[in-house]
């Protein structure tokens, strides 16, 4: 049973979730712009920046979808729910910000045989009217522990786009200073290929997560340590990772309370879920509490 501070620090959570997922949907008019100001001023670098939001708002798109589905009851035939599906649209998602990266390096190498000078006072305008969104629209922290159970394929936060931004600023100016025709295809290029890294990375995560692995921004060892270093327990060991919807992480795991300890086995476990939540952002923990001499073979820390 959860207490009265994790159902704060969780409410807390999802509220911010609520208002992150609000503020996403403009992403939408911003993608549209900054495709529009790309035809106008010719610049492949504002497709490079438009790539990166339109990404966001396809995966919210399709996180929607999954969402209302996953929120289907679990059954006796579905004992998990719809979970995987979330995973299905990420991968989906990440193959197509992928293409489309790859799509605008493959035009950017084409495009530097033959300079093109694009507008380079659409690009100032444009990028210092997003920069100053950003700040006063993205710039929220989120909280740790949401922060925590993000996994890979998360969208990158506020600060991580404004260095997307910021080179294609310096771009447009270089290009009204310099006059320079290849340096936004450069920009272009180097912000796609890190679009692209970022995509891989995703689908790695995407296909990790559906072979049930601990999702790459939670170290297992460190949650194993703390959960042996509360007072009273032994051992710990099958201990199993799982994806729920919204990107939730689910533990089970067998703990060994030392023998003098096993009165206060209930107050040990909830100690550990206080420590799940807090310090790794996992909700769901299903922990079986046993004596020193309840296993007779020899276990495994993960699995089985
Ligand atoms: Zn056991």
Redesign the pocket.
Known sequence: MKSDKQIEVLAGVASCQRQARRNKWLYLPIALALSVGSLFSGSLALIAIALLYASDVVELLLSSVATRLTQRQEEDRVVLGYGRLEIATELAGCVAVALLSASVIYHGVMRLNSPHLAQGWIIVVLVSVLIGIELLVFSKPAPTSWRRRKIGTSPPLWSDRLAFLLPVLAGGVAILLLGSGRTDTIIAVLLSGALLWFALRGIGEALRSSLLGAPSNLDAADVVQQIISVEGVQDI??LHFWRLPEQRLAIDA?V?VTVPNWPKAEAIRDHIEAILIHKFGVEHSTL?M?TPD??LDS?HVYGT
Do not use: A, G
């Open positions: 060991h099958h067998h060994v079986e046993e309840r296993e276990c």
